[in-house]
């Protein structure tokens, strides 16, 4: 298994908290994502990083914040959480291979519920 | 934009029947596909993978999978399910050139009974 580790695993908080959800990697893999996973809907990309502080949006980013200040580490916040944002959240990473192409290694998850 | 149109949601098989889970992808140009599998309350793991030549693709556990190009599928086999096959597949696919994020299906539950 690639070296993803998500923390934390589980999480119980109140509506209008702030939460940060940790990624961290030990591949040094440039590229990192968030996911959300919720039945019906598979997973669906929050945010995105394709190096250090570079980031970017995802489908569903509405609510949701994310820094990347060094390789290893990509964090999820969400700002005010909303019941709506209950959810299992997946971190991957990704590098690019010889001939361009890639494939997504994830993390164990953290199932977040928001009260 | 890209999407994945999984057409099965719920799949009941008996023990030694063959799979087909069906996967088409919208995408205007060339593209890497995947399937990933949830076992019961673990993460994703890859199958298989798609990139470039051979449209035939074998992965992990006797899955298989091919790519026609003309049909935008890339739908899964497997010839004979075990019980330890229950979980939940994932079709996704991303643009070939970049690091471009996935874009996955609603996902196909599988459950195998004996």
């Known amino acids: 298994d690639a070296g993803i580790t998500q923390s934390p695993r589980h999480k119980v908080t109140e509506t209008g908290t702030p939460v940060t959800l940790r990624c961290h990697q030990t591949e040094n893999h440039r590229y990192m994502y968030w996911y959300r996973q919720d039945p019906g809907h598979g997973l669906r990309l929050i945010h995105y990083?394709?190096?250090?502080?570079?980031?970017d949006k995802g489908e569903v980013s509405d609510g949701y914040s994310v820094s990347r200040s060094k390789t290893e580490d990509f964090l999820l916040t969400l700002e005010s959480a909303t019941s709506s944002q209950t959810s299992v959240y997946f971190c991957?990473?990704?590098?690019?291979?010889?001939?361009?192409?890639?494939?997504?290694?994830f993390g164990p998850g953290t199932r977040l519920t928001v009260l | 934009a890209q999407s994945v149109s999984q057409h099965n949601h719920h799949v009941i098989l008996s023990e030694a029947a063959s799979l087909e889970l069906g996967c088409n992808y919208s995408?205007?140009?060339?593209?890497?596909l995947f399937w990933y599998v949830q076992y019961p309350g673990q993460h994703l793991q890859l199958l298989l993978k798609y990139f470039s030549g051979d449209p035939l693709v074998k992965g992990i556990k006797g899955f298989e999978a091919e790519f026609i190009k003309s049909k935008f599928s890339f739908n899964l086999r497997k010839p004979s399910v075990q019980w330890s096959d229950t979980a939940e597949y994932f079709c996704a696919v991303n643009a070939s050139e970049g690091n471009t994020p996935l874009v996955f299906g609603k996902g196909t539950r599988l459950s195998v009974i004996a």
């Open positions: 990083s394709y190096g250090v502080k570079d980031t």
């Open positions: 991957a990473i990704s590098e690019t291979r010889r001939g361009g192409y890639n494939e997504q290694f």
């Open positions: 995408y205007g140009g060339t593209v890497n």
